[in-house]
């Protein structure tokens, strides 16, 4: 598959390896997400028994991730409601 340290673009189905460093994640952190994370993406068959995730989808599952994160951040004290 080539030197992944100098990928300069990423296809728009990742397969499992590329999923994962794609995110940022090992293979088997990939796989953990994908059987206790119902929001995780679900691969697309592809031929056969190959399969590979949409990279837009994981692009929407880290964006959401990150959101949950900026949530839990926000200091109790601070009001949304106006006075």
């Known amino acids: 598959m080539g030197d992944r340290s100098v990928r ?5 189905g990742l397969r499992r390896e590329d999923a994962a460093e794609y995110l ?3 293979g088997s952190m990939l796989d953990k ?7 995780f993406p679900k691969p697309v068959p592809l031929v ?3 399969e590979a995730w ?15 994160a900026e949530m839990r951040e926000v200091p109790a ?5 106006a006075p």
């Open 8 to 12: 300069t673009r990423w296809g728009r």
């Open 33 to 39: 997400a994908r059987k206790e994370d119902p929001t």
């Open 54 to 68: 949409d990279r837009e989808a994981l692009d929407r599952w880290f964006e959401d991730r990150k959101a949950t």
């Open 77 to 81: 004290s601070v009001s949304w409601v």
């Open 24 to 26: 940022g994640l090992s």
């Open 48 to 50: 056969g028994s190959v």
